[in-house]
């Protein structure tokens, strides 16, 4: 699993939590319709996948060469290792979070593999192949979204006259 979290401003986001609790539905329906899907869509177009495997595979320990032949690797019926062909699903399992109450954005990819890929305990062929740690791309569309959630804000306020 690999997750970035971002907390937005305390001050910013207290007066926030007054328009919530002002304009509580105005304020979850824009905040999950527009900030959350607008996070996801920029997220999706961080997610992309590298370039083919690059040879020779430089593996970060035996253990993890030993790990990945007896279980990951499979077999044809002469006993030849068959190619690992990647699904495609390796960013299905990612996930954008926004809890109300702490005003914590979260994006998380719940794929059991993902901390050997892009996360802390990346593997050295999945850097070679061109895996990138997507949190700093996460970091610069969060801090958007405070913008984002900040201009909303003053919306509300004035549209409902909460001023």
Do not use: C
Request: avoid cysteine; glycine fraction near 4%.
């Amino acid at each position: 699993m690999f997750t970035f979290d971002f907390d937005l401003d305390h001050d910013i986001m207290e007066a926030w939590k007054d328009a919530i609790i002002q304009a509580p539905q105005t304020t979850r329906v824009f905040i999950e319709g527009t900030i959350v899907g607008d996070v996801n869509r920029k997220v999706r177009l961080v997610n992309v996948y590298p370039g083919p495997v690059k040879y020779p595979i430089e593996w970060t320990s035996e253990r993890q060469r030993r790990y990945y032949f007896a279980v990951v690797a499979e077999y044809d019926s002469d006993g030849n290792v068959i190619a690992y062909q990647r699904s495609g699903t390796f960013f299905d399992d990612v996930d954008v979070f926004f809890n109300p109450d702490t005003f914590n954005l979260n994006i998380t990819n719940n794929n059991p593999v993902a901390r050997y890929v892009i996360g802390d305990n990346q593997q050295k062929f999945h850097k070679n192949t061109g895996w990138e740690d997507p949190s700093e791309q996460y970091l610069d569309i969060l801090l958007e979204a405070q913008d984002d959630i900040v201009e909303a804000w003053i919306v509300i306020i004035d549209w409902k006259g909460l001023a």
